[in-house]
């Protein structure tokens, strides 16, 4: 019987819900991460109640270690890959075992190839499967969910770049401490209620920087993201 699920969570732009997973497939070289986009992605999952998790592609071209180092200490899975040599494949299929997940990766990061090394009933060459999901060469919305030889499910979403989720969410600054786990750590621990953790004396979230028990560039991404989030005006949201 087919009937239709309560939505614990929904996203605008790909049109998807109930997703238990958002896989970020960001490559450690060749293009270089950028953290502030993976940030900004891991915050709008967690806004979301929708687990991220990141997979590194491309790690036979230079070491993801100090990279991975930053998530997996922040308390995110993180999978690294060298998907053409098959490595870390299994890592990830066991990730997605009995989970609803979507793929999220700009152009590069080596998505499309990863997608095919999961399941190659797809039958896909890379270069369809890139013309099919890679962001600006396909219009279409329709989204459709494979099924996973291992159970779960993958959303195959068109277009589905981190760009399309950037410009589709909107997280409120004071909510944005919830979206960061090292920062929501603290909550509740500063001199001042209602503390923005951005420039506050008696900052606990502060303290813990300067401590190097938070990691500087996640939380210059949150200082960044609450700035912006601070300029929308009620009327935009």
Not at 74 to 87: I, K, M, P, S
Not at 218 to 233: D, G, H, I, M, P
Request: with cysteine; net charge negative.
């Amino acid at each position: 019987m087919v009937k239709v699920q309560p939505r614990k969570n929904s996203l605008v732009r790909p049109p998807l819900a109930n997703l238990d997973q958002l896989v970020l497939v960001v490559s450690i070289a060749d293009p270089a991460p950028n953290a502030f986009v993976l940030d900004q992605l891991i915050a709008i999952a967690e806004y979301q109640d929708i687990e991220p998790v990141i997979v590194i592609t491309k790690c036979d071209l230079a070491d993801p270690s100090d990279f991975a180092k930053i998530y997996t200490d922040a308390g995110f899975t993180v999978c690294l890959t060298r998907t053409l040599e098959h490595q870390g494949i299994e890592q990830v299929m066991q990730v997605l075992q009995g989970k609803t997940s979507a793929f999220c990766g700009n152009s590069g990061a080596g998505k499309s190839t990863l997608l095919n090394a999961i399941d190659p009933r797809l039958a896909l060459s890379t270069g369809d499967i890139s013309q099919k999901l890679g962001r600006g060469r396909h219009t279409t919305r329709h989204v459709e969910l494979f099924e996973l030889p291992q159970g779960g499910y993958v959303a195959d979403t068109p277009g589905f770049a981190s760009l399309e989720m950037e410009r589709a969410a909107y997280i409120p600054k004071e909510n944005l401490q919830f979206a960061f786990p090292e920062v929501e750590r603290y909550f509740g621990q500063c001199k001042f209620t209602g503390c923005s953790h951005t420039v506050e004396k008696g900052c606990a979230v502060r303290a813990a920087l300067e401590a190097g028990e938070i990691d500087k560039t996640r939380y210059e991404s949150y200082v960044t993201l609450y700035n912006e989030a601070k300029e929308v005006k009620e009327w935009q949201m």
